[in-house]
């Protein structure tokens, strides 16, 4: 439960830096949101780290291709 106590905060510490307009405050709460995520996702279950690791794997992936250009030759 305490996971996602802190994946919520992370989440809405993102969302609280999104919407300030002062630099400071919006590096500052990018920081904290980020320690946040950090100890929310190593307090989760093993089955919800294995699924956002799943879901950057791929999604790493799919960006990886994009910029290979799918094997297709940039001449």
Known sequence: MSSLVLLLMG?????????TQDEINRITAMIS????LIWGLALA????????????????????????????NRD
């Open 11 to 19: 989440f809405g510490t993102f969302f609280l830096a999104l919407n």
């Open 33 to 36: 949101g980020t320690i946040l």
């Open 45 to 72: 279950p093993l089955a919800f780290q294995l699924l956002i690791e799943i879901g950057s794997v791929l999604a790493a992936f799919s960006v990886c291709m994009r910029c290979l250009g799918c094997g297709y």
